[in-house]
């Protein structure tokens, strides 16, 4: 038996907002979107490279305000790819921790995403 990586499930409580955010500002591609008819809340799966997210507009499914970490091989170019492009207010900054380097971004929703360079620790 093998374990993999866990697939989180973040709130979200508008499409336009988080398909401009995630695909848009982050440049998550859009594997997948269900609903169980039209008018019902959206559940969508985003991918970048190996990072799969899970977003949903149930209620029921998780609650706004999560964090995750995600790990990044090169901090700098996601960095730079990020503050080239406008988003509102988001205006991320690399932060050094004892384990490493981090930017976080906060999404719409109150999700905070932490990417995480651990080479660098």
Same mark, same amino acid.
């Given at each position: 038996m093998?374990?993999?990586?866990?697939i989180?499930?973040?709130?979200? %409580?508008? +499409?336009?907002?988080?398909?401009?955010?995630?695909? +848009?500002?982050?440049?998550?591609?859009?594997?997948?979107? *269900?609903?169980? +008819?039209?008018?019902?809340?959206?559940?969508?799966?985003?991918?970048?490279? #190996?990072?799969?997210? *899970?977003?949903?507009?149930? *209620?029921?499914?998780?609650?706004?305000?999560?964090?995750?970490?995600?790990?990044? /091989? /090169?901090? #700098?170019?996601? *960095?730079? +790819?990020?503050?080239?492009?406008?988003?509102?207010?988001?205006?991320?900054?690399?932060?050094?921790?004892?384990?490493?380097? #981090?930017?976080?971004?906060? #999404?719409? %929703?109150?999700?905070?995403?932490? %990417?995480?360079?651990?080479?660098?620790?």
């Amino acid at each position: 038996m093998q374990l993999t990586a866990p697939i989180p499930i973040l709130r979200s %409580f508008d +499409e336009a907002k988080a398909r401009a955010f995630y695909c +848009e500002f982050l440049g998550f591609s859009e594997d997948w979107a *269900h609903r169980f +008819e039209a008018g019902l809340p959206l559940y969508v799966q985003l991918s970048r490279g #190996d990072c799969v997210l *899970h977003l949903s507009e149930h *209620h029921g499914d998780c609650c706004p305000g999560a964090a995750l970490r995600i790990s990044v /091989d /090169d901090l #700098d170019a996601l *960095h730079a +790819e990020l503050t080239a492009r406008a988003c509102g207010n988001a205006r991320p900054g690399i932060t050094n921790q004892p384990w490493g380097r #981090d930017m976080a971004v906060t #999404d719409p %929703f109150g999700n905070r995403l932490i %990417f995480t360079d651990i080479r660098a620790a």
